[in-house]
């Protein structure tokens, strides 16, 4: 058998793609409203109208995946991150290249070749590298040998590879290893939340470029990658910086602490020795005074407590004749 569809001059799809034309034709002819009309002249437009919805189907499918695309670049980085840390053994030559551009990001985010002595921060350079690898240096201009920005990167960077390596040193290089891996994946975990928020926000208010006679497209791409860079800055800074607040033990401090947990164990095997032996019997009499009760004789027998007259329920008559109940006088 076969399935024949017939489709109204009024539906959605013919009324916008254009059968206006051939309905004013089929009213001069006089067709009735319900008189099936089979022409070739109605099965073109039809076609026609389908290509059309399927055409702007397409260009939206195609959007959208141009949408999504953009997106999923940016999960490939951020998991290519996350498993590369996850199966490295080596933290400390990662660590190391971070540190570099790090140093060289906060001399330029104040000064570049072309910026005046006197027109750098000094202070806030001093400041920003203090917060982001714990070490003071004194950026004074008169007590530098040369202010060239690449020349305070590497001062910076020398600075700050020296406490990592000297953390390093002092903690041992596999405990630091999987510290630093676990402040990566958590810094990861958190920011990348975060960045998919934000990246949501960003897609449901990028149609408003289109006002402007803009591609909202194209604008996305360039939200998108700022906000990218701005997570990929974020991530290192954050992560970086926690590792250089971690204080390993001073080693008199270190040597005093293995004293005392040695110490403490030793305690500790005492009194359970000391627990283990018989306490010896209380003595019977003496200028001591009675300490506590004495001991029982091996051949005596203890005494079973037996009460005296008949039990008073709590909801009885109080014996000391109050009138009230047990329960509300001398049984409270």
């Known amino acids: 058998?076969?399935?024949?569809?017939?489709?109204?001059?009024?539906?959605?799809?013919?009324?916008?793609?254009?059968?206006?034309?051939?309905?004013?034709?089929?009213?001069?002819?006089?067709?009735?409203?319900?008189?099936?009309?089979?022409?070739?002249?109605?099965?073109?437009?039809?076609?026609?109208?389908?290509?059309?919805?399927?055409?702007?189907?397409?260009?939206?499918?195609?959007?959208?995946?141009?949408?999504?695309?953009?997106?999923?670049?940016?999960?490939?980085?951020?998991?290519?991150?996350?498993?590369?840390?996850?199966?490295?053994?080596?933290?400390?030559?990662?660590?190391?290249?971070?540190?570099?551009?790090?140093?060289?990001?906060?001399?330029?985010?104040?000064?570049?070749?072309?910026?005046?002595?006197?027109?750098?921060?000094?202070?806030?350079?001093?400041?920003?590298?203090?917060?982001?690898?714990?070490?003071?240096?004194?950026?004074?201009?008169?007590?530098?040998?040369?202010?060239?920005?690449?020349?305070?990167?590497?001062?910076?960077?020398?600075?700050?590879?020296?406490?990592?390596?000297?953390?390093?040193?002092?903690?041992?290089?596999?405990?630091?290893?999987?510290?630093?891996?676990?402040?990566y994946l958590m810094t990861i975990d958190a920011l990348w939340q975060d960045h998919l928020l934000d990246m949501d926000h960003l897609k449901e208010g990028i149609g408003l470029a289109g006002y402007g006679h803009r591609d909202p497209l194209v604008e996305y791409k360039k939200e998108a990658k700022t906000l990218f860079d701005e997570l990929e800055y974020r991530l290192y800074s954050e992560a970086v910086g926690r590792i250089f607040r971690i204080q390993p033990l001073d080693p008199k401090q270190e040597a005093l602490e293995r004293k005392r947990r040695a110490i403490r164990s030793m305690r500790m095997g005492r009194g359970g020795m000391m627990a283990a032996r018989p306490r010896p019997p209380a003595p019977s009499g003496g200028e001591g005074g009675d300490d506590g009760p004495a001991p029982i004789a091996p051949d005596e027998k203890p005494v079973t407590f037996k009460r005296e007259g008949e039990k008073v329920g709590r909801n009885d008559p109080c014996p000391c004749g109050s009138g009230k109940k047990y329960k509300k006088c001398c049984g409270a």
């Open 1 to 183: 058998g076969a399935s024949k569809f017939f489709l109204s001059l009024e539906d959605d799809l013919m009324r916008i793609f254009g059968a206006e034309s051939l309905a004013k034709i089929m009213d001069r002819l006089g067709v009735e409203d319900n008189e099936p009309i089979e022409h070739n002249m109605v099965s073109r437009a039809i076609e026609r109208a389908q290509t059309k919805v399927e055409q702007q189907n397409f260009e939206i499918r195609k959007r959208l995946i141009d949408y999504d695309d953009v997106m999923n670049k940016q999960r490939e980085v951020i998991y290519g991150l996350r498993r590369g840390i996850m199966t490295t053994d080596d933290m400390q030559s990662r660590m190391e290249e971070v540190i570099g551009r790090l140093a060289e990001e906060a001399i330029y985010s104040f000064m570049d070749e072309k910026t005046k002595e006197d027109d750098v921060d000094w202070r806030g350079m001093t400041m920003k590298v203090a917060q982001q690898f714990g070490v003071m240096i004194d950026f004074d201009p008169t007590k530098l040998e040369s202010i060239h920005p690449d020349d305070l990167v590497k001062k910076v960077e020398n600075a700050a590879l020296e406490a990592y390596r000297y953390r390093r040193d002092r903690i041992g290089a596999g405990v630091m290893n999987q510290i630093e891996k676990d402040i």
